[in-house]
């Protein structure tokens, strides 16, 4: 049942959430963001959106201990980003 499923899965989650995992997580998040801005400063135009995406995908997949190289990144960025635009509206996504 959705039920022993949904606590299995909350549980597996809450198992990641340490005191240790969580410092690594924000460890990573200010240093990808670091980086990002030094980038960002040498482009006429910045997209704060889909950079923030394309940062929070890579701390996402470093985090979770999954590779990816800067192609797949912004591929995986613009599949999540996708993702969340398509919950904003209302009716079938184009």
């Keep these: 049942t959705e039920g022993k499923v949904h606590v ?8 990641l959430m ?3 995992n969580l410092k690594y997580l924000r460890e990573l ?3 990808y963001w670091f980086m990002h ?3 960002m400063q040498n482009k006429d135009e910045v997209n704060v959106y889909q950079e923030a995406g394309l940062i929070l995908t890579k701390v996402g997949f470093r985090w979770a201990g999954l590779k990816q ?3 797949q990144a912004a591929q995986n960025a613009e599949d999540m980003n996708t993702m969340i635009d ?3 509206g209302l009716g079938q996504s184009l």
């Excluded at 299995?8 to 198992?15: C, P, Q």
Aim: charged share 45%; glycine share 0%; aromatic share 8%.
């Design 8 to 15: 299995d899965r909350k549980a597996l989650f809450m198992s």
């Design 69 to 71: 190289t800067d192609e």
């Design 18 to 20: 340490t005191e240790k």
């Design 86 to 88: 398509s919950f904003s």
């Design 29 to 31: 998040t200010r240093n």
């Design 37 to 39: 801005t030094e980038r």
